[in-house]
Nanobody, 127 residues
């Protein structure tokens, strides 16, 4: 299984970016898909997750109302629309998938507990 993320870059505060991640090499029925991020010198933390079929989403409080996660199960793709970006959103963003989780349990997964991780894409927000 491979997860290929794209869409990172440099943006000014208040701007927008859209991250995408495509999964390949398997079937992803019943997989939760989502995003974590790791800022310089900090631990990797949960950002957002979406259930299979997209019926349920979950966000960390700091991005609620600014970020929107969605998925296209016909393309095995999860996207993260990030609006009103802030300098504190600067991080490497990692997509991940985990079978049989819910978006809430997905948010508590550790690096070892997740089924698959992507390599990450850098988002830099300038002030």
């Amino acid at each position: 299984v491979q997860l290929q993320a794209s869409g990172g870059g440099l943006v000014q505060a208040g701007g927008s970016l859209r991250l995408s991640c495509t999964a390949s090499g398997g079937t992803f029925n019943n997989y939760v898909m989502g995003w974590f991020r790791q800022a310089p010198g900090k631990e990797r933390v949960f950002v957002a997750a979406v259930s299979w079929s997209g019926g349920t989403t979950h966000y960390t409080d700091s991005v609620e109302g600014r970020f929107t996660i969605s998925r296209d199960d016909t393309k095995n793709t999860v996207s993260l629309q990030m609006d009103d970006l802030k300098p504190e959103d600067t991080a490497v963003y990692y997509c991940a998938v985990d079978r049989w989780s819910t978006p809430q349990t997905f948010s508590r997964k550790t690096s070892r507990g997740m089924d698959y991780w992507g390599k990450g894409t850098l988002v830099t927000v300038s002030s």
